[in-house]
């Protein structure tokens, strides 16, 4: 019920276009807004405290509360409150971010980091150096992309042309021109045939790839665009065996890999990138949202030394590399994400990420005992469920019984944030999280579900 007496609500309602929201919903329902935070929770306006278990949008790894963060944006508003990187002006942050950055990926091969702002800026931006890069060594026929089912790689023209989700197609005109080719998502689980093992599941698709390949004509393909796990189209783990045999089919066709670790970057898998949990050896990779905890927007493309040397050379035949924006590296952003790439090492992010997985995925692995999950999976500290309306066969809730939509919202009576995707509950929560957090978390999530199931019941929708 709308608080027509709250101005929060009649403002945000009257005022405020939401992203990602059902509009005229939106007028009915109002907006469910968030006060203050604390460590890995949240508290509305009505002083309801909630256990964030999506960091957000998958991105507030240290929580909502890190000082330290808060003092290292003030120090360098009073220094320097924004400086620009355009014509080979610097700033001091900038040089420090990127060269971190570069340490803690020349191991997969990366030799420059060019900021942004966005996840989806920093794919719009690879994009365009891809296209550069085969334009400038003299092989300009190499153009196409080769994007995954469920892939999501953001909501600019060209990132959302990418994303192999419909709804980000749907009356937005998308995926623009003819680019972009779909390849399979590797999930057994949502495209397997029936019968079909996990490893013939990943030859057929690898086989797939390779005949999409030889009826384009790699000498037409320029890159192929991937999460090492893919998020929000339903937090996908890549079985076994399937990054080894798709790289060795790009590396065979001289297409380059383009790693979005926009999600799983500074180590939500357990590892510092998901290229390094998946042994994925990229050309490019973009990164954003835990590079700074998303306390300010910072993201970042990051390219091999080769594609450096090519985009080099176009921009020596062009005069200038005609490509940035205005807040990139802004200062205030760069001194927040190194001071988060300093606390993740202080601290031992990563390796206590790997220390508490096992405790997560056997919680996870446990909520396959309620009567509406059907399976989960999970890696690090990011899994999901597949929530079911018959457990023997399978069949999933029509989303217009509200079932769906149910789990939601009896998350927030009890006091928990987590994500529906479709029929796929997500949960990703902030790194810091503790082991007792990590049983309250789950033990809210089967009161969520419990809440649910009684009105399925009720509905007559289950047994
Ligand atoms: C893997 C991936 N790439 C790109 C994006 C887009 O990032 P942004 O929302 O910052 O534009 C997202 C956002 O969720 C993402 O998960």
Sequence with gaps: MLRTHDLNVTQDVDSLFHPYTPLAQQRETGPLVIKRGDGIYVEDDQGKRYLEAMSGLWCTSLGFSEQRLMDAAAKQFQQLPYYQLFNGRSNEPSIELSHRLIEKTSHLGMAKAMFANSGSEANDQAVKMVWYYFNSIGKPAKKKLIARERGYHGVTVMSASLTGLAGNHMDFDLPIGDRVLRTACPSLHHYGRPGETEPAFVDRIVGELEALIAREGADT?????????????????????????????????????????????????????????????????????????????????????????????????????????????????????????????????????????????????????????????????????????????????????????????????????????????????????????IDELFDKLAQSLDLAHADARKAGLMP
């Design 221 to 437: 393909i320029a890159a192929f665009f991937a999460e090492p796990v893919q998020g929000a189209g339903g937090v996908i783990i890549p079985p076994p065996g399937y990054w080894d045999k798709v790289q060795a089919v790009l590396r065979k066709n001289d297409i380059l890999l383009v790693a979005d670790e926009v999600i799983t970057g500074f180590g939500r898998t357990g590892q510092w990138f998901g290229c390094d949990t998946y042994n994925i050896r990229p050309d490019m990779m973009t990164v954003a949202k835990a590079l700074s905890s998303s306390y300010l927007p910072i993201s970042a493309t990051l390219v091999s030394a080769k594609v450096y040397e090519g985009l080099t050379q176009g921009s020596t035949k062009n005069g200038v590399f005609s490509h940035g924006v205005t807040y990139a590296g802004h200062p205030v952003c760069a001194a927040v994400a190194i001071e988060t790439l300093k606390i993740y090492e202080e601290r031992d992010l990563v390796a206590r990420t790997r220390a508490l997985s096992p405790q997560f995925l056997r919680r996870l692995l446990a909520m396959e005992a309620h009567p509406m999950v059907h399976s989960t999976r999970g890696v690090g500290l990011i899994g999901a469920l597949e929530l079911v309306q018959d457990k023997a066969t399978g069949k999933t809730f029509d989303p217009a019984s509200g079932i769906l939509a149910r789990v939601q919202s009896a998350g927030l009576e009890v006091g928990l944030i987590c994500r529906s995707l479709r029929d796929i509950l997500a949960v990703c929560p902030p790194l810091i999280i503790t082991e007792a957090q």
